[in-house]
């Protein structure tokens, strides 16, 4: 079966990335990935906002990336320069979409200063993937990270195609509604889980939230709009295929380990 990951990080010169990795049974080297995308057959993936606006992305071919907004860089640039960056990355063709980090950033998604680059989006026909639900660090603001909030956006800009990532995670069911109301939202699975473990065990520990989830994917019943993802180097690949496996339904596998990723993020495989 072929496999797009919709969502994971490439920061491979990181004593960080290299302890999760190893949490994880991984090796976080560009080797390392690459072996492990051709055991599994997967095919393609997205890095979610790896450099600053005005630094080149170089990645491995099969590889694409969402250009990353980060507000601390940005608030040192002139707002006219940002756009501009942001264009001239969504004109290359690896780059897929526009990530935004509300909770890492203490700003709601439909604040004035993302309606330039909503605009792009849409000129661009590119995804916007959002951020939502717990984050990383203690002192990120999680109001704003609400899977809620993307409602507001989703409304106000009818043709951008948005992407809950990690499903919002606690807030499923609020992530649910706003993808269930609104034709123009996605939903990606990825970063529920970290490490690695025994899949027999894990989902006998896990049942019921597992089981949870699966009950509010199927009450949306829209597997043409839910996007498999691991958060790589954060959990162990062969382990989140296997759990993901067990959330969603075996018909519809094909749907969210490949064909949505494709076509929402425009992957000429």
Known sequence: MKIIDAHLHYYMENDHFKQIAKEAG???????????????????????????LDQFHIYPDNLRYCVGLNLRYMEQKDPAFCVQMVEKHLRESQCVGIKLYPGYTPLYVSDDVYTPFYELATRYDKPVAIHTGDTAVSHALVKYSHPLTVDDVAVAHPDVTFVICH??????????????????????????????????????????????????????????????????????MQNYIDVVKYIVPEQHWNAVFYENAKRIYGIDL
């Open 26 to 52: 991984h090796e976080n080297t560009p080797e390392h990935l690459a072996q492990t995308c051709e055991e599994l057959e997967i095919v393609s993936a997205v890095i979610m906002g790896n450099a600053e």
């Open 167 to 236: 499903i919002g995670n606690p807030w499923i069911v609020d992530a649910i509604e706003v993808a269930m109301k609104n034709d123009n939202v996605a939903i990606d699975l990825s970063g529920l889980l970290e490490g690695t473990f025994d899949i027999t065990d894990f989902v006998e520990e896990h049942r019921d939230w597992l089981n949870y989830i699966r009950m509010w994917l199927k009450y949306l019943n829209r597997w043409d709009r839910i996007l498999y993802g691991t958060d790589w180097p954060l959990v162990n």
